[in-house]
């Protein structure tokens, strides 16, 4: 059953309602997004659109490598509450982990020459992110929210 609806500032718009167990009629609600200003149905096909309101101003992480060879904390062991990225801005692979300590392999995560690991945001680590380089002085950019 539709039923039409109308306050002052409005005109009529119709409702879709249903009874309930207890045969009252009630609204039937549907999730919906709005996409340019027009409200269409959430489904497994358009899924409703998440947006992290909890984002954080980026603070610099950059340096080198202190160590070849030796885990070193980035961001000063400050735990990212947002998410974080990581730059090789050298040209031997690096190693991130944000579960342990950082080593050329395991469950560290492999940022070849010129590449950038980024977490997405709202992502928050396990624990502090160490990094993993073979080579003193080894280059990075990196960034925590």
Known sequence: MTL??????????PISTQSDVAGNFVPVHA??????GIATPVGPTTPLPVVNTAGAAAVDGSGTVITGGTAQLLFAGVVPGNGYLVANNSSDTLY?????????????????AGAVFMT??????A????LWGSTTGQAFAARRW
């Open 96 to 112: 991130v982990c944000d579960v342990g300590v950082a080593a050329s392999g395991g469950a560290s995560i492999p940022i070849p």
């Open 31 to 36: 999730p919906a997004a709005v996409v340019g």
């Open 4 to 13: 039409l609806v109308k306050d002052a500032n409005t005109t009529t718009q």
């Open 120 to 125: 997405p945001s709202g992502y928050r680590p």
């Open 127 to 130: 624990g502090a992110v160490s």
